[in-house]
């Protein structure tokens, strides 16, 4: 697996116990806000272009429209629903995106991924194929962006898993790891996204509160929770991006 090497992140002194404090419950424009204040370079927002994800962009580009746009990594998987790179190329053309697409190295379809690794790599060994498609090219990103500290889309109420997420925190590289909505439900986000007119994925109407891959995510019945689709089956509750 691929090693990457990169300089030490230089991390701005902040009191994260105080910015938690401050900020625990707070609106998620007014934690963009403090952010793109306080670092005006090396902020990066990771998306994969779920509801809450969109809810970031459209905050931080409709809203606070900072003079140095936010870029903002998607990482092609190649393995995405048609649905998902439909609403990324509108996405990005509506809110004119800093976009920056990352993907494993020299592999352009799923026909040339599975000739390399195989075919279904991802009932094979769901660590590997994770760590090839999504932890390896992140982590590239964030190292050729120069990120500082890099947004997501997380909610606590998304899993057990997250419900004790700081909005604040550092990842294992020495970054400031920015959580937003972290205290918002799923009610909220949806709320956002009536109130504003934010385009989303057609899938969330059609069974998928959460969108990964094609091969390996599956619809959700009511009651369950709304990770539930996602490596069904397996046990796994997150990919490895955010572990």
Avoid at 84 to 105: F, G
Wanted: proline share 7%; charged share 25%.
């Amino acid at each position: 697996m691929t090693q990457l090497t990169q300089a030490p992140v230089q991390l701005p002194s902040f009191d994260l116990d105080e910015l938690n404090q401050r900020f625990d419950t707070a609106h998620p424009r007014e934690i963009l806000a403090w952010c793109v204040e306080n670092i005006p370079t090396g902020l990066v927002q990771t998306s994969a272009f779920n509801v809450d994800d969109i809810v970031i962009t459209d905050i931080l580009y409709r809203d606070l429209k900072p003079a140095t746009p936010v870029p903002v990594i998607f990482l092609d998987t190649l393995y995405h629903f048609p649905q998902t790179l439909e609403l990324v190329a509108k996405a990005t053309t509506i809110y004119n995106l800093d976009l920056k697409t990352y993907k494993i190295p020299d592999i352009n379809s799923r026909e040339a991924f599975a000739e390399k690794y195989g075919d279904a790599l991802w009932d094979k060994d769901i660590q590997q194929f994770h760590h090839l498609t999504k932890i390896e090219p992140l982590q590239r990103g964030l190292a050729e962006l120069n990120t500082v500290a890099w947004i997501t889309g997380r909610r606590r109420d998304q899993a057990v898993t997250r419900a004790n997420m700081p909005v604040f925190e550092i990842d294992g590289e020495g970054r400031l790891k920015l959580n937003p909505i972290a205290s918002w439900t799923r009610k909220e986000s949806w709320a956002y996204v009536n109130e504003h007119g934010v385009i989303y994925n057609p899938l969330h109407d059609q069974g998928y509160p959460s969108i990964g891959d094609e091969p390996i995510t599956t619809p959700v019945a009511e009651g369950e929770d709304e990770r539930a689709g996602r490596w069904r089956g397996t046990g796994k509750t997150e990919c490895g991006i955010h572990i």
